[in-house]
């Protein structure tokens, strides 16, 4: 039988066979180490290939094979450097949650999602998310991030599920399609995909004041069939993305504005850092590029793990000279 993992928990998985039929299915303990370099060698999205098999009373599903993948979406742990795990696989968009302060987003978290993702084939929208709890300086940096993003060919949405601004238009751009919500704990995740499908009624909980920090409510990815044509993979919040296996020549090749700049630079192998005639850098001082990008691609380049930049820093260019 043929179908699709709808959900993971480390060791069972749930597949939707082609009739529409849901069955509880597992590996075999071989399986787990043949070829496989992640955490997780099955994901949600994947479609596998399984046999249903008869123990007492039950019928379990035996997955036999992960059919190829059009793409997927992997990210290196941030604490465990040599760990890897597959997110999602199959997936036509990312919607990238975003929130200013509540909790903060970092921009080297969006650049480090963003490369990643271009790496993969995977379209991102960014969604910056609560936009009603903004005070004006605050909705001057989402006027800030979104012209640094707009520029550069992400599409930029800015929504308020509590509210129900621009929720149509998600549902919009998702249908007649599989999309995967992501972003760090309490950007909201939940309480939009709430908002856009209100049957699925998934767990919700506030920011923790102390730390103001998100409160984890998605344990496992899972995904979801919806009313309006449209499956949403829904993931547990992410403190951190670590890039994974991008040689650092092909980096600068996953910043759009950089690799449109590159046949411009002296050198075809230029890194943009210290070489002579590079347009990246000249573009960067003429603040045709992005201080805040730039020190992403930096941190990305050098290996060095995800650190907080945003808000003083991406207005502060002093720092970067």
């Known amino acids: 039988m043929i179908g699709i993992v709808y959900k993971s928990t480390g060791s069972w998985y749930q597949v939707k066979s082609d009739n529409g039929q849901f069955h509880s299915c597992r590996i075999k303990g071989k399986f787990r180490i043949t070829n496989i370099k992640s955490t997780n060698p099955i994901a949600v999205g994947d479609k596998v290939a399984f046999d249903l098999e008869k123990k007492g009373d039950e019928e379990v599903g035996v997955i036999k ?29 990312v919607f990238l949650l975003i929130t200013i302060n509540n909790p903060p987003t970092f921009t080297t978290f969006i650049d480090r999602f963003l490369v990643s993702a271009r790496a993969y084939r995977i379209e991102t929208v960014l969604i910056f998310n609560k936009i009603d709890s ?110 994974v296996d991008i040689d650092k020549y092909e980096l600068g090749d996953y910043f759009p504005e950089f690799f449109a700049l590159k046949r411009d630079c002296k050198f075809n192998n230029c890194l943009h850092t210290k070489e002579p005639n590079c347009a990246v850098k000249e573009a960067l001082e003429e603040e045709r590029v992005s201080w805040s990008r730039y020190k992403s691609y930096l941190q990305i380049l050098s290996g060095d793990e995800e650190k907080e930049h945003f808000r003083t820093d991406i207005w502060d260019e002093e720092d970067n000279e």
Not at 66 to 73: E, G, K, P, V
Not at 197 to 207: A, F, G, H, Q, V
């Open 65 to 93: 094979t992960i059919l190829d993948r059009d793409n997927f979406i992997v990210r290196k742990s941030v604490n465990l450097s040599k760990q890897t795990h597959i997110i999602a696989s199959n997936i036509d968009q």
């Open 134 to 243: 903004y005070a004006l300086e605050e909705r001057a940096e989402i006027m800030y991030l979104k012209d640094i993003y707009e520029a550069i060919g992400y599409r930029c949405e800015e929504v308020s599920a509590t509210q129900n601004k621009n929720v149509a238009t998600i549902k919009q751009i998702m249908t007649g399609k599989t999309s995967m919500f992501i972003g760090h704990s309490g950007v909201g995740k939940s309480t939009l995909v709430n908002a856009i499908e209100p049957s699925l009624d998934l767990k919700t909980k506030e920011i923790s004041d102390q730390h103001n920090q998100g409160k984890h409510t998605t344990t496992f990815a899972e995904m979801f069939d919806l009313s309006f044509d449209a499956r949403i993979i829904d993931t547990p919040g992410i403190k951190g993305f670590g890039v």
